[in-house]
């Protein structure tokens, strides 16, 4: 799946952080791993992304580790096995 990041620079460490805990609430999977397709690295924050289809833009959370966390400016490949959460739901 292809996703753009819709955080910036202005977010906060503890907010990126803050998105894991739900990423990891709402997943059913243990899944310790960045959600880039070709990152070997662990996750360490959570991150809003949106996926447009031809019908709709939604909104998801995934994780990824810092460097793509911070790095990425445009589009990512989401590896197939990887929970993307909705960011709609409620805790």
Not at 2 to 24: C, G, M, Q
Not at 50 to 60: I, M, N, Q, V
Request: proline share 3%; glycine share 2%; hydrophobic share 30%.
């Amino acid at each position: 799946m292809i996703v753009t990041n819709i955080s910036d620079d202005t977010v906060t460490e503890e907010a990126r952080n803050h998105w894991l805990k739900y990423w990891k609430h709402f997943s059913t999977q243990d899944y310790c791993y960045c959600s880039e397709v070709n990152c070997t690295e662990k996750h360490d924050h959570g991150v809003l992304v949106k996926h447009r289809t031809p019908t709709s833009e939604k909104l998801f959370v995934v994780p990824l580790c810092k460097e793509h966390s911070y790095g990425y400016q445009s589009q990512l490949e989401i590896d197939e096995r990887v929970d993307i959460v909705p960011a709609e739901l409620c805790l």
